[in-house]
């Protein structure tokens, strides 16, 4: 199955895909568009382009594991993702995913605009291999 992972941010969405296998997670591209309803219709065409079956969005719980005004912002937008595409939309706890991206960022050496370009893509590739390894885990 191809499953498309979304992590939301202010300005800069970033879109990873798996492999039908579900074993390789790659960044896709990142979305820079701050008007909801615009940010759903790009979602869902990118999900269309990339033959997705189904979607993960990343959900920001607070440190503690409680859930603030940004948490309820990716479940409301990902009902409304549901809605526009008609695909299952499931919600994966993004905690750190934005600290590991920069991890492999400095690893890479990648700095300056580049980074800044590709950092939401990066974390979304995490959010979407962890969502595939409980997947794995519970099967």
Request: aromatic fraction near 2%.
């Amino acid at each position: 199955m191809i499953i498309l992972s979304v992590d939301l941010g202010k300005a800069r969405t970033g879109l990873a895909v798996c492999d039908r296998g579900e074993v390789l997670a790659s960044p896709l591209s990142v979305i820079t568009e701050r008007d909801p309803e615009r940010l759903v219709e790009k979602v869902a065409l990118a999900a269309k382009e990339a033959g997705a079956e189904q979607l993960v969005v990343g959900l920001p719980r607070n440190m503690d594991g409680t859930e603030g005004e940004s948490a309820q912002n990716a479940r409301q937008m990902a009902a409304r993702l549901e809605e526009a595409t008609g695909l299952p939309v499931a919600l994966c706890d993004e905690r750190g995913t934005t600290i590991t991206a920069h991890g492999y960022l400095n690893e890479t050496n990648t700095r300056g605009k580049k980074r800044k370009a590709v950092v939401d893509a990066v974390a979304a590739t995490v959010i979407l291999e962890d969502y595939l390894r409980a997947r794995r885990n519970q099967a």
